[in-house]
DNA sequence: AAGGGCATCAACCGCCGGAAG
DNA sequence: GCTTCCGGCGGTTGATGCCCT
């Protein structure tokens, strides 16, 4: 079977990973499609792991206070991605990244009054848009109502729940963070209704009313 | 309603540095 | 000191969904 250049990771291969992981912890990637039974390689299960199924991943939308932290960063370090992601609370290098490339570039191209010449410079910062605060974002926190869990169905928000349910321990009214199926759920964000996920998974299913 | 263009983000690729042998 | 392996990183691409016409 050939696989497509950019090959998705569905809901069950994110359960054995995340079992994996959980067993003999994040190291040896070369060795993790082999002992899983996964059709990864070795970086591609790292990846999925660091940027998606990671505990404390925060995929919600960047907040105004993180975009200043980001640009703030970025004038000082450049395309230091992973350095700057550090200073965010649950933010990934590649979630960084992409949202320094889809929104905040062009914001200041725009606002800085030229399109082609970079923004990032190590040494002669330019002049910022925005004030930097001086504590960092603190960790969001989100509420998890206990909705019955067979009302979450396939094709809300795009998860497929009978495969979270075949993991241990899930139920509603749980807390915790992002883990395995909120890379299904793109538009997840603070104040929706979640199911959680022991150890930290949780599932966006629509607004709270 | 359809489809073309655009925006977003997940995923891959290639390179580099450090550790181990 | 050299080689190999592995993890980490940044750049880039491709898939998908949304919006506009």
């Not at 606002?111 to 002049?127: K, Q, R, S, T």
């Not at 848009?129 to 067979?150: G, K």
């Not at 349910?165 to 997840?188: D, K, N, Q, T």
Request: include cysteine.
């Amino acid at each position: 079977m050939v696989r497509p250049k950019k090959d998705r990771w569905t809901p069950d291969e994110d359960i054995v990973l995340v079992s994996y992981v959980q067993e003999h912890g994040a190291s040896n990637w070369s060795l993790v499609p082999r002992n899983a039974g996964l059709n990864r390689s070795g970086k591609s299960c790292r990846f999925r792991w660091m940027n998606h199924l990671r505990p404390g991943i925060n995929r919600g939308k960047f907040t105004h206070h993180e975009e200043q932290i980001i640009i703030h960063y970025h004038a000082l370090l450049g395309n230091r991605w992973a350095d700057i992601a550090a200073h965010l609370t649950g933010r990934t290098d590649n979630g960084v990244k992409n949202y320094w490339h889809t929104h905040l570039k062009k914001k200041l191209d725009i606002v800085n009054g030229h399109v082609d010449e970079p923004i990032g410079n190590p040494v002669a910062a330019p002049a910022l848009v925005y004030q930097v605060p001086p504590v960092p974002a603190p960790a969001l926190v989100y509420r998890l109502p206990p909705v019955p869990a067979p009302s979450f169905a396939p094709g809300r928000e795009g998860f497929d729940y009978p495969s979270i349910a075949r993991a241990p321990s899930f139920g509603p009214g749980r807390e915790g963070f992002a883990y395995l199926p909120i890379a299904l759920a793109p538009s997840f964000a603070p104040g929706r209704v979640v199911f959680a996920y022991p150890p930290n998974i949780f599932i966006s299913a629509g607004h709270e009313s």
